[in-house]
Every structure is written in structure tokens, then in C-alpha cells.
């Protein structure tokens, strides 16, 4: 059998042992000291966790709609609409992207004290991108229209939360979204390529790049953002907290 033969046999879970654990792993195995020994992990855990609980209802929607589907004997079994390894996915691609922003340096300085004011321009941002999704709600571009309606209101609430942190950390945040982006973008057009998963042109813009549908670069794009952002002001608030128990157990006379 030649090699485009086996390429072509991709199952979906194979897709998961060739394309997406061996990076994994090997940023596992090049991570250095961990400074966050509790905190790092708890917090790529609760992202996992709210990826599976806030993903599996518009995505599922998706796959009945007909706006995705899977190729003849790619999946193993599905659980509502969704086979098994895009539940998978949820939890793989969490522990990927923090593998990699863990490299970067992601401390911040930054006090607490988030004015009302920039609280609601990060919410106005979060809107903008919702009317956005009103706008696309058409069957031409349903995809991408309920791309940006399921993604507003955790952009919402992170920007809310502390736009002016993940503004202070810009470039760590370029960088934290830009490469793993990058690199399940690449992996993505070649699932599509061996039909492991294809899309209904009905109801998607048709633009691409490289072969690769716009909606897809947008959605790897956005659930990096959710991560890097997650991350990012997870241990913001984690860090602050570690230095305000140190200051208070330096005032605190032993044995009170």
C-alpha cells in the first residue's frame, strides 16, 4: 500500500496519535520548572472542563445542521451528534496551547483595580462581536455567523474581566494564539484533505486560504484566544493572590 493509500485511511483518532500528541508531548518533555505547580494545572483543567461544557452544545448543533460531517468509518462512535474524538479535541487542544504559552513569559505586574469604564468597553467589545454574528446569521455564511455569536460572550466576560492585563501582555499573547493557531490550521487542511471531515459549501462563505475555509482559520484563532486569555488572567488573579498571602502572613506574628 503506498503512503497516499495510508494517508487517505486516517481515522479521526489516528488523526489525534499522528498529528496532535506528538507536539504534545514533546512540549511536555522541553517544559521547564514549573512555577505555577498548582496553578498552571488547575487552570488548563477548568479551561478543559468549560471548553466540554460550553463547545458540545453549538458544535453538536453544527453537525445536525449539516454544516460539518465525518467520513465513512473516521469516527469511532458519537455521544449526542459528536463522535468521541471531538470530545477529545476539547481537552487536547487546552493542554496543547498551555503547553506552549507555559514557555512564554505570561507574569504580570499588573494591580487589581479593573475601572468601570474598561469593564464596559470590554463588554462593548464583546457586543460588537455578537452584532457581528447577527450580521452573518444568513445560510451563506451560518458558519461563521454562529462562530462569532458562540464566541461574544466568553469574549465578553474576559475582556471585561481585565482587557488592560492581556493588553499588557500583548506580545505573549501574539504569540501564545499565533503559533498553536498556526499549527492546527496547517493540520486541519489536511484532515479536510483526506476527507476526515468535510463541510456543506451551502453554508459557508467560500473564502480560503491555502484551501483552507476562513471559518476554520477563525475558529482555531478564537478558541486559542479563549485559552491564552483564560490562562492569562487565571494566573494574574493567582499571582496577585500569592503575593497578598505573602505580605499578610510577613505581618502576621507567628503563632497568632
Known sequence: MSDGAVLAAL?????????????????FLLAGPVERPYAGPFGVALLAAVAILYTTPWDNHLIATGVWA?????????????PIEEYLFF????????????????ASDHE????????????LGG????????????????????????ASPVLAVQW???????????RTFALGVG???????AVDRIAIELGIWTFDEAFMTGLAIFGLPIEELLFFALTNTFLVQGLLLF?????????????????????S
Open 70 to 82: 465525518y467520513g465513512e468509518g473516521t469516527v469511532a462512535f458519537r455521544i449526542w451528534h459528536a
Open 160 to 170: 471585561a474581566f481585565g482587557w488592560p492585563v492581556l493588553w499588557e501582555r500583548r
Open 127 to 150: 457586543g460588537l462581536v455578537a452584532g457581528l454574528g447577527f450580521v452573518f446569521l444568513a445560510e451563506s455564511t451560518y458558519y461563521l455567523g454562529t462562530l462569532l455569536l458562540w
Open 112 to 123: 487589581f483595580g479593573i475601572s468601570l469604564p474598561q469593564r464596559a468597553l470590554g463588554l
Open 11 to 27: 481515522t479521526y483518532l489516528e488523526f489525534h496519535l499522528l498529528f496532535i500528541l506528538p507536539p504534545l508531548v514533546a512540549l
Open 91 to 106: 481537552i487536547l487542544q487546552p493542554v496543547l496551547t498551555s503547553l506552549w504559552l507555559a514557555r512564554l513569559p505570561t
Open 235 to 255: 494566573w494574574w488573579v493567582t499571582d496577585r493572590w500569592e503575593q497578598v498571602r505573602t505580605v499578610w502572613n510577613r505581618r502576621t506574628p507567628t503563632g
Open 179 to 185: 503559533v498553536p493557531t498556526a499549527y492546527l490550521a
